[in-house]
């Protein structure tokens, strides 16, 4: 987009009639912004549980190159990123299949075993975004061991009305230029919204002109790691009937992203490239790359009858994921890609998971007793192709049932219960390789690298809490246990990753993952001052993990190290510390603090922790929000200083990472002009073009610093309106 | 302050000393995080980087490999690199013959597991060079692991001449 296109657009919108100043009275910047909100859930199973809420508002003022990114801000929340804008979300230091998504009530389903898979939402499109901390398996059934990522939509317009925002952003450290526009109306009961999103961005800069990868040094031109740019184009339609007693909307969305990988190590394999065709542009996006459209449909519905709320949610999901790259003969694999092949020569791996869920819900009182009684259903189809075998095609079905009660002793004290069953089952296809290996007494085979393999989990979890206030301190107590039930990759993966010179086996024989926590929550609220304090403990009985073993296998193997999925009992535990202090009016001081330690207890990596551990952190920010004016309001100004510290606690393959200290600064403003509003942001993220290395960052292993200096400019223009109802 | 946050203060304190226990606890049990190492310094130790080998004829892979606690297992790849696109560990660059397509590429992996866990292991493996392979630059990768599950790789950029 060139800059008079973008100056055509503000002109046009901030013409346009504005509804920002009604929405001023219920928003107020400061203090809210991230909070545990007691009253919020005081009707909900969660309520018992720790629970970070987040704005689209605050999304928008802390936005980084990708929702986890942004979100990891919160203390307990962290992001496994994979360059400046992809990422998978971790909480408590738990990630990939342990932690569940949830997107308007629907569980999110792409390929989340991967390491290099970010979660497919776009950031812009969120109204809420919901962080439950613990264990939340008794609401969402396995993956949800070690939290729950709950987004929805912004709320609908009270009264009727069409109105929306333009945003348009700009990064300065990758280039990005982007823009979203969200729209939502009412007109009666019937409700409608959507949004656009598009981003285009170049390779990201890090403070380095050098990465070691080994000893073999790649020098990046103009400190540009090579191939990261890439695209990214999303939209989300709603629309239904909603009223107190009554709602049905339907919600279709469709993720898009094309990116590239940095070309000189995907993975621990350094690789050599043709620097003159791959530095010619910073825009185009060559070999490694991976091209992922999610698309959702999802119908959300509600009825009130009496006494019971009673709900019901169907969801289709379509996750087809590709990954490219220049065809490389490995191990035994032919030296010249055979012309005979189906699958192109540039098609590393591909996943085509197709995903139908249906949950049903009732919500009602007995007494004193505030119930929800439901259950789900899920069925997975995921197909592979490509000429690298990870993890064979297979079919899952899953059904839980669950009864959640609410009782209040008295005023102050509230007790949960939850009790949830949950069958499954899968059906993995065999594979075998397309090419012949050479095996024991020289024979010459084609691997059967994936027996068919069909197995059925049980699991029976439960949850108890309490909840109490004393004074103004809300305290919190949450015991339970929850489970995850092993994915394909974990029962018969049996490939190698040549990426990681690693021969991955899976384990038929795995059982599913139980794990027991207690989580506390401790919080005061007063006139200036918010304060949170939420240790937690966890005890897996048998967490389930890729363990790299000392052997290497010349024959299946290719003559890379084993890693070997395995069981092994770990102790978990760490707290989040976060405080919100006014000293004067127009001043806030947040503190944001967590750790986690966790240590295997048994098997073969006895004494270690898990991979991917985050490092302790503090971050402390100083806010300052100048009274308004005429022109400007709600304005603010803050900064940000994260310490982090160092992680010695490392797995084999991990590099011990050393602490750092970031710098960030934020100010923003609405800029007012009669009845039109702009909303001015900006954000200076690692000011001081800090060199420094992510612990849970994928890029981790082979040296990659975190990127570099990056403004974040953008501009949001609301327009439309929306009548008193 | 009023009596219930008083009551409160001591249980909170409480809370707050249980955490940092917790949090400073040492650890106890000695783990390994070192990687084991591959010298290839070693006067008699081949090949190196940028060695020519001769096909048809033979040759002893010859490392120390070495670990702070013991050695597991070692494997060797050698593969071709006349696409130029994979790329050795070293600092030294060898010099790359043109682009070629290959026709009949030496290939070898070889997996031996390292006798009695030792801390210091005298790597020697004798490996035919066929003579009817391509000639060419190769890649002579060199695999380690210890009993911990840590590895190291060195890559070696060889050339195979006629």
């Not at chain 1, 937690?536 to 073993?549: E, G, H, Q, S």
Request: charged share 20%; net charge positive.
């Amino acid at each position: 987009m060139n800059r008079r296109t973008v100056f055509t657009l503000l002109l046009t919108y901030s013409m346009l009639h504005s509804a920002f100043a009604q929405e001023k009275a219920v928003k107020n910047i400061g203090l809210r912004e991230v909070y545990v909100e007691g009253k919020r859930y005081k009707h909900a199973a969660e309520g018992v549980l720790s629970v970070d809420v987040l704005s689209s508002d605050s999304i928008q003022k802390y936005q980084a190159g990708s929702l986890m990114q942004t979100l990891s801000r919160l203390p307990g929340v962290n992001a496994i990123g994979i360059g400046a804008s992809q990422s998978k979300p971790q909480i408590r230091g738990l990630g990939f299949n342990r932690v569940a998504t949830v997107e308007n009530g629907i569980k999110h389903e792409g390929q989340q075993w991967g390491l290099d898979h970010g979660l497919e939402i776009d950031q812009y499109s969120i109204g809420t975004a919901e962080i439950i901390k613990g264990a939340g398996s008794f609401m969402y059934g396995s993956d949800a061991i070690g939290g729950v990522i709950r987004l929805s939509p912004p709320a609908e317009l009270q009264g009727n009305g069409l109105k929306g925002i333009v945003n348009l952003l700009t990064k300065s450290n990758n280039a990005t230029y982007g823009g979203s526009l969200q729209l939502q109306g009412r007109k009666g009961n019937w409700v409608f919204g959507g949004g656009v999103t598009h981003l285009d961005y170049a390779d990201y800069r890090v403070p380095t002109d050098t990465v070691y990868v080994y000893n073999y040094a790649v020098r990046l031109k103009d400190r540009q790691v090579r191939n990261t740019a890439g695209r990214e184009t999303s939209f989300q339609l709603r629309g239904g009937y909603n009223s107190e007693r009554f709602s049905s909307i339907v919600y279709l969305s469709n993720y898009h992203t094309r990116i590239g990988f940095f070309a000189n190590a995907h993975g621990l394999e350094p690789r050599g490239v043709n620097t003159a065709l791959y530095d010619q542009s910073d825009r185009d996006i060559l070999y490694p790359s991976q091209q992922v459209n999610h698309f959702k449909l999802i119908n959300r519905n509600y009825i009130v009858q009496g006494n019971h709320k009673i709900w019901v949610d169907l969801g289709y999901q379509r996750n087809y994921r590709q990954e490219f790259n220049n065809y490389t003969a490995h191990g035994y694999m032919p030296p010249v890609y055979p012309q005979d092949m189906n699958t192109p020569i540039h098609l590393e791996r591909r996943y085509d998971k197709e995903i139908v869920n249906i949950t049903l819900k009732d919500q009602f009182t007995l007494g004193n007793h505030r119930l929800t009684v439901g259950g789900n259903a899920e069925y997975q189809h995921n197909k592979i192709a490509g000429w690298s075998f990870l993890i064979p095609s297979y079919k899952q079905q899953a059904l839980g049932a669950f009864i959640h009660d609410q009782y209040p002793i008295n005023d102050q004290t509230m007790l949960y219960g939850a009790l949830r069953y949950d069958y499954s089952h899968i059906h993995t296809s065999p594979y075998q390789d397309w090419f012949a290996s050479m095996l024991e007494n020289n024979q010459s085979v084609h691997v059967v690298r994936a027996d068919e393999l069909r197995r059925s989990f049980n699991s029976l979890v439960w949850s108890l809490g309490v909840t109490r206030q004393i004074g103004s301190w809300e305290t919190k107590l949450n015991v339970g246990k929850s489970f995850r039930v092993p994915i394909a990759q974990e029962l018969a993966a049996n490939g190698v990753n040549y990426h990681y010179f690693s021969y991955e086996k899976g384990n038929a024989s795995l059982s599913p993952e139980q794990s027991y926590q207690a989580d506390f929550s401790l919080a005061r609220r007063s006139r200036n001052i918010y304060l949170a304090f939420t240790p937690f403990f966890n005890y897996f009985a048998n967490y389930i993990y890729l363990n790299p073993t000392s052997g290497y296998d010349q024959y299946y193997g290719a003559g890379n190290q084993i890693f070997e999925y395995a069981e092994s009992k770990v102790r978990r535990y760490g707290a989040e510390l976060k405080m919100e202090y006014r000293p004067l009016t127009h001043w806030k001081v947040e503190l944001l603090g967590e750790y986690v330690r966790s240590e295997q207890l048994s098997g073969s990596k006895k004494g270690y922790t898990l991979p991917f551990s985050p490092a302790p952190s503090l971050l402390v920010d100083l806010s300052w929000f100048p009274k308004n004016s005429t022109h400007f309001q709600e304005p603010y100004i803050s900064l940000d200083c994260k310490w982090t510290t160092g992680q010695d606690h490392i797995v084999p393959p991990e590099e011990k990472t050393a602490g750092y200290q970031v710098f960030n600064f934020r100010a923003g403003t609405q800029l007012t002009w009669g009845k039109s509003a702009l909303q001015l942001r900006l954000q200076v993220q690692n000011m001081f073009n800090t060199k420094y290395m992510d612990h849970t960052s994928f890029y981790r292993l082979i040296s990659l610093p975190e990127q570099g200096r990056n403004i974040v400019l953008s501009v949001g223009i609301p327009f439309g309106k929306e009548n008193p109802s | 302050m009023n009596t219930q946050t008083q009551k409160l203060k001591p249980y909170a304190l409480m809370a707050l000393m249980l955490a940092f226990t917790i949090a400073c606890k040492k650890d106890k049990e000695n783990i390994d995080t070192e990687k084991p190492t591959i010298d290839l310094s070693a006067a008699t130790a081949f090949p190196k980087q940028c060695s020519p080998i001769k096909r048809g004829s033979s040759f002893t892979f010859h490392a120390k490999l070495s670990d702070n606690v013991a050695l597991g297992s070692y494997s060797i790849d050698v593969h071709h690199n006349f696409d130029h696109h994979s790329h050795s560990t070293e600092v030294e660059e060898c010099t790359l013959e043109p682009l070629k397509k290959p026709v009949k590429p030496f290939v070898l992996v070889k997996s031996v597991n390292i006798p009695g866990q030792p801390q210091q292991y005298d790597a020697q493996l004798q490996i035919d060079v066929p003579a009817d392979i391509d000639p060419g630059n190769y890649h002579f990768m060199i695999q380690v692991t210890d009993q911990s599950g840590w590895s190291t790789q060195r890559g070696i950029s060889v050339r195979i001449v006629e």
